[in-house]
């Protein structure tokens, strides 16, 4: 009987997987461009479906199958053009997408911010109504020298979206509080406060009985550039971008609020204080809701009324979405959407299509956006990211 044994198997080093030469940044702008194409992929289906001379076309496709398809064609291609030309085909609509874009950014970095340290917040539109009627109460109730009025007014919006957040950070860290219940909640609260607010002798315009405030005081107004709607409260989004860019990655307080986003346990057991860091970002990005407030009722809505936040604080929330949580892609991800709301007034006008698309499109990007296993199944040629995922699955700890 032989006593050899068998040689040992060789063993194969495990082959890495494949990864793009490209940063990650880079990929995940990438996918997001991806998830716009295919947005609009989507909206164009929608329009041909909903376009009466192509329903018309189809009646008799079997004898002219090319009427169907030029029907086709031309009712995209015009909807498209109307929506571009009303974005960005002129001074005039650009202007009035960059002014759509300004709340949007305020209110996007606000939800980013409690994004990166872990929190889901879904109370912006609480912040930005609580900022505005504090802002709007300033504006027309106190007369101030010019200058000084803007900037007591601004400050009041801030400390008005500061306290909102705050109470919502105080619950989580003092009682666990979810946050997500108690923003959506206190959204609640501030929306019925300022309609009350609005039938009180206090807020309500003399002389009129349905619920608008008094004008805000000129010297209260954000400057505005020319003939157009756009003021100065962009440039403050711009510096808030700046700002909360300079807070995450520069400063000893967002290395913190970093780390209880990636690992809140990690983060205790390493001496760091994470209900601290929960107030923190809450406070902040209150006071960034609030600022968001101040732009509607000191630069573009002047009179305080209940729809001042309109859906400001929910589409906030999208754009922090498809901004994938950064200063700069929430920058990017607001003028985007600012241009859709510019740009479907003008496509509603010229071609009847419904503004409601702009909005279909919004949320079928931030579908996308937040599914990149589809897009790069559709997209086969987007490398990969190994180390990338969405910002739900990176930043809320929930």
Known sequence: MSTETAPAPVQR??????????????????????????????????????????????????????DTISAALSAVGEAYKALAVGAIGGIDPIS???????????????????????????????????????????????????????????????????????????????????????????????????????????????????????????????????????????????????????????????????????????SKTAGMSVGRAYVIAMVVAGALAGLAGTQQVLGTDLPLTDGVAASVGFDAITVALLGRGTPLGTVLAGLLFGALNAGGLQMQLITQTPLTLTTVLQATIVLFVAAPALVRSVFRFLPKDRGSGTILAKGWNG
């Open 13 to 66: 080093p495990a082959q890495a997987p494949e990864r793009s030469g490209l940063p990650s940044w880079a990929i995940q702008g990438l996918v997001s461009l991806s998830a716009i194409v295919l947005a609009l992929l989507v909206g164009a289906i929608l329009i041909i479906v909903g376009d009466d001379d192509v329903k018309t076309a189809v009646g008799y496709f079997g004898a002219a199958p090319m």
């Open 96 to 266: 009035e997408s960059l002014t759509q874009a300004t709340p949007l950014i305020c209110g996007g970095l606000a939800v980013s911010l409690a994004f990166r340290t872990g929190l889901f917040n879904i109370g912006a539109q609480g912040q930005l109504i609580m900022g505005a009627v504090l802002a709007g109460y300033v504006g027309f109730a106190w007369h101030l020298p010019p200058v000084l009025h803007l900037i007591v007014a601004i400050v009041a919006g801030l400390i008005g979206g500061a306290i909102w957040g705050g109470v919502v950070g105080l619950l989580k860290a003092r009682t666990g509080a979810h946050e997500v219940i108690v923003t959506i909640m206190l959204n609640y609260v501030a929306i019925y406060l300022l309609q009350w607010l609005l039938t009180t002798t206090t807020f309500q315009r003399p002389g009129r009985a349905d619920p608008i405030s008094p004008v805000v005081d000129a010297n209260a107004q954000y400057p505005q550039f020319g003939d157009t709607r756009l003021h100065l409260g962009f440039l403050l989004a711009l510096v808030a971008a700046v700002f909360v860019w300079w807070l995450l990655n520069k400063s000893t307080i967002g290395f913190e609020l970093r780390a209880v986003g990636a690992n809140a346990d990690a």
